[in-house]
Structures are given as C-alpha cells and as structure tokens.
C-alpha cells in the first residue's frame, strides 16, 4: 500500500520491546468517539530509577475508529502510527478491541512528553 494509507493505528516497538508512549493521554483526549482509552499507572523507570506515569494498556478500539488521524497528530512523541494493512475482517467484534502496548514493554529512554 502507499505510504499514506490509514490501515490501523498501531504502537511501533524496537527490537529491545521499547515503544514512545508515555501515557500522556493526548490521543485519548483527541479521539472524538472514544476509541482510545488509556490505563496507566505509575512506576520506577528503569532508565532512571524515579518514578513515572507509564501505560498499563494503550486500548485501541478498531471498530469505533473512523481513521481520522487526530490521536497521531496530537501524540507528541510520535508513538503511534498508521499501519498499511487492510484485512481487518473478522468473525467475532472482540477481536477488533487491541492493546498497542506489547506484553512486557517499557518506555525508551530518553522519550519524554
Ligand atoms: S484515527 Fe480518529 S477515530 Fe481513530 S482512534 Fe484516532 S482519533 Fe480516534
Ligand atoms: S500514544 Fe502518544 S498521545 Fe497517546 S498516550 Fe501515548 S504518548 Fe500520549
């Protein structure tokens, strides 16, 4: 697909399942129909030690959205993204609820809001 293609929103992750969100809440706020919801919480930060806001899960409703790109221009660590697939058929609607965030992933260093 191009570039421009707004297939999904997704939470990109590097090869150490580091990602960018620092579970500020802007995209949440942004959304116009409440397809993000945010749970966080705080805790250490690994990289510095100190206590900090951190996502628990970064819900993405897939059903609801309406791919009008508002949550990833208000994001202001460009921590979520538009995914070029399209094959979002499925049988049961539940499925269409995501978590972003990957089991076990942290904040990257340095990625402040
Ligand atoms: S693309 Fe629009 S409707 Fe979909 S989650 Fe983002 S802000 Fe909400
Ligand atoms: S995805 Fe971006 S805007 Fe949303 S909570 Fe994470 S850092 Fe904030």
């Known amino acids: 697909m191009f570039d421009r293609f ?30 993000i919801e945010i749970v966080w919480d705080r805790g250490i930060d690994p990289h510095t030690e100190k206590k900090k806001k951190k996502i628990d ?14 949550c990833i221009e208000a994001c202001p660590t460009d921590a979520i993204v538009w995914a070029q ?11 269409l609820t995501k978590v972003l965030n990957k089991p076990g992933s942290i904040l990257k260093a340095g990625v402040e809001d």
């Open 6 to 35: 707004r297939g999904e929103v997704v939470m990109p992750h590097d090869e150490n399942n580091e990602h960018r969100c620092t579970g500020c809440q802007k995209c949440e706020i942004a959304c116009p129909n409440g397809s």
């Open 85 to 95: 697939n399209f094959e979002n058929s499925v049988y049961d609607r539940s499925q």
């Open 57 to 70: 899960k970064h819900i993405y409703h897939l059903s609801m959205c309406t791919m009008c790109g508002l």
